[in-house]
């Protein structure tokens, strides 16, 4: 049975997000007993983090692809709300994009290709049970005061411990759980109909304009930089059965360029594949750790 939840949640509460922290300090997550356990350290090639009291014993592994130096501007940032649902505190991460983008995604709310004016990232309870989730993010979005439209995902994941990396004004943000991973081409059938929420979202901006074939382009660029951080991390999979991802990139005005490529070889693809990689090697805990 879906899981009964108020007929009209306003559940969103803006957490109040702490300023820049140094390059090497940590930031403790205080909202309750069990994420003050969870130090998450900051900034490029931080140091192994502490997840449930058990220490990551491995540090990831350098990029080897050269690095354009980061620049991102304030780009995609995104808020931390929390509500709740069921007797759960749960956060959402919201970027509030604002006019003048272009999105594509294969979310269950606003996926597809065309203009999105922001993008939520919620994380549901694990065994989560309702078979309406467009009509769940749509209530989420309502409660953040999300207007117009956007794209919504949602994750298992703990969306506090995300990701964030830039490259070169390329900014890609990730959630990782990687509990139930696997291989794109498996034997075992497929399913129809709404299937759990995924547990590897990627969101990513462009400040440059994409046509419809280099969108396609930049999802396929994406996903290949977070197998490749996968298994850099220690997990022999692709990714999980429902990973999600959102790739904005800005409207053209008029005479702007008009990229036609986003293959990981082209100028903005290379960013968005090396800041794809890092934020999801940031997301995701060492395999064995």
């Known amino acids: 049975m879906p899981s009964s939840l108020p007929a009209h949640p306003r559940p969103c509460v803006l957490a109040a997000r702490a300023g820049p922290v ?9 909202r309750d007993p069990a994420l003050s356990r969870r130090t998450r350290p900051l900034g490029p090639g931080r140091p192994s983090r502490t997840i449930g009291g058990h220490p990551d014993t491995k540090e990831p592994p350098p990029v080897t692809s050269a690095v354009v130096p980061a620049t991102d501007a304030g780009l995609l940032r995104p808020r931390l709300l929390t509500r709740t649902e069921d007797g759960m505190r749960l956060p959402v991460l919201v970027w509030p994009a604002g006019p003048g983008w272009r999105m594509i995604s294969n979310a269950v709310l606003g996926g597809g ?6 993008v939520l990232n919620a994380q549901v309870a ?10 769940h993010l749509a209530e989420l ?10 794209v919504g995902l ?7 411990a995300h990701g964030r990396a830039c490259d070169g004004g390329a900014v890609a943000v990730a959630t990782a759980g990687v509990r139930v991973r696997g291989w794109a081409a498996s034997p075992e059938p497929g399913e129809c109909g709404p299937q759990a929420p995924g547990t590897v979202n990627v969101i990513a901006a462009l400040p440059v304009a994409l046509s419809d074939a280099a969108l396609v382009n930049a999802v396929m660029t994406a996903t290949e930089a977070k197998t490749q951080a996968l ?20 409207v053209p005005g008029e005479g702007e360029e008009l990229h036609t490529f986003a293959g990981p070889r082209s100028l903005w693809g290379a960013r968005l594949a090396r800041a794809v990689h890092r934020a999801v090697r940031e997301a995701t805990p060492v395999s064995g750790g």
């Open 231 to 250: 298994l850099e991390a220690g997990y022999d999979c692709s990714g999980t059965p429902t990973d999600a991802v959102c790739i904005a990139a800005r």
């Open 154 to 160: 949602m994750t298992a994941a703990d969306v506090e």
């Open 113 to 118: 290709i065309g203009e999105r004016g922001w």
């Open 22 to 30: 140094p390059h090497g300090t940590t930031r403790t997550h205080p």
């Open 141 to 150: 979005a309502g409660a953040a005061g999300l207007d117009g439209e956007g």
């Open 126 to 135: 694990h065994g989560y049970r309702r078979t309406d989730p467009g009509h």
